[in-house]
């Protein structure tokens, strides 16, 4: 069991752990506060415990520790929005335009989702995490559009899973949402509502846009990513 002990010429609690087959360590803690202090501690005997520590746990504990030596900060080149958005630039690369901007509307929307939590090792992303992504979508966009979203996401996490970044990919067991009734009934985008989005789409966008409004084609519906961007509520509108 982990504990903590002020040493008499220092202002730091020192901690003292069991790691099993060795003996006791103590450690400085760096801390002055001994919640942070024990909080510490914990982490760094969790290191010590069961099997051998794989990279992944090991950078996960580090990332962990970091955070709470540093008052917050994350360990350099391993946050989740330093992955994600590496990872999106990478597919605007490798794919088409309207494909790039699915996953980049897609993952920005994770990401701001996740408030301070994007902040945090990759290692650290929860089921909790996109399942309350999903009900947010759900809430204010179509149940498709939410679950294409988290399918992007779990495409990004299985990518992370190989980069050996993570142990597993939590996006698997995440279902898909159901509609229910269509959550309400649907309505067409007004004609100041197309104007908006007109002006906020560049060149290519534009015509794939009036195809969609003249056609009524379901490529119109991700024209909706430019809608957000046109101001408060706009983004609730919806298309037949």
Known sequence: ?????????????????????????????????????????????????GNALTDIQARKILAEIYAIRNAGEILPGSSVQEFLKSWTANKIRETAVATGVRYSTAIVSFISSLGKRASLDISAISPRDILNFRDHLVSRLSTSTANHAVKIVRMALKDAQAADLVSTNVGIGVRQAKSSQQRGRRRPFTLPEIARILRAAHAEWRGLILFGVYTGQKAWRYSGAYLAKCGPGAGRARTR
């Open 1 to 49: 069991m982990a504990s903590i002990h002020r040493h008499p010429n220092s202002k730091f609690w020192y901690c003292c752990i069991n790691i099993p087959g060795h003996r006791q360590l103590q450690r400085t803690t760096k801390q002055t506060d001994r919640r942070k202090a024990y909080e510490f501690a914990q982490k760094l005997e969790s290191a010590g415990r």
